[in-house]
């Protein structure tokens, strides 16, 4: 019964649906819900630090619900995928209802399909690593896997990483930096590997390879079975998702550098590396993603069982307020810069 508190993450296909079976303000649903009712849902309720007793621990991990709630979120994600290009043929460019569709795909594309996408590339189960694949092609967002597992995890929290931001950095500078710099590391960590088993970049086993090939599928059959209007819209939806991706990359490790010992080398990673958020509807919408401390400590365990412990830095609300306030750095830099002196 503890899984099925996860099935809240429902309630954003429904409102994407309200969205494309409406018109008017109320196809700007999904945005209001996802960074209005959530963070003032989090903002409103009483944080939870629970975490599982071992004994429990064991019995969750083992709890088939929890991935099969994941694997449903592909066939659903290619649902509102198919479904976008359709309705969004037959919406007019730049009116209330395009923008309010976009958002409500650019959210489907973030929420389900990168972060799911992130969850399920991190399992040792090739079939799982394909479904969270497939998941991250919907929003054009594959290269995220090779420098996600290979850069970001071992690099967190030092100057090395893309996906740190640094103390006083803006977020719309980050975005730029991020996304573009964990691109072409994403291609130097696949040719490296491709070199280590003596074979050249341009060969099927080298990921990015396989995944340029099928964006540009994807984006070919976009434009061949509707038009260059549906393509640019589904571009526009994609970037959306996108900056979802890097806004909360932003948040998750901002400020935050490992110390170099006398060797020169970085402390292994630790809880204080990661910014951690206890607030409980942002936690189930995004899979536990704002555990993001024990994640980075122990990249195997899977959502059900991350943990909350004291060492970690806490953020003063939920994932989806603290993107809302990082777009605004004045008071994001308020904020945040004193928390960092605090820990």
Known sequence: MKALKYLLVFSIPVTVFISFTSTGWITFLPFLYVFGFVPLSDFLLKVNPYNFNKEQEEIEKNNKLYSLILYAMLPIQIFFLVWFLIIISQTPMFTFDFWGRILGMGIMCGVIGINVGHELGHRNNRIEQLLGELLLLTSLETHFLPYHNGGHHLNVATPEDAATARKNEFIYIFWIRSQFTSYIKAWELENKRLSDINLKWFHYKNKMVVYTIFHFILLASIYYFFNSYVLVSFLIAASIGISLLETVNYIEHYGL????????????????????????????VLFNLSRHSDHHYNGSKHYQVLKSLPDSPQMPTGYPGMMLLSLLPPLWFKIMNKKLQEI
């Open 257 to 284: 550098l490992r110390k170099k010992n006398k060797f020169g080398r970085y402390e292994r990673v630790k809880h204080s590396h990661s910014w951690n958020s206890n607030h409980v509807i942002g936690k189930l």
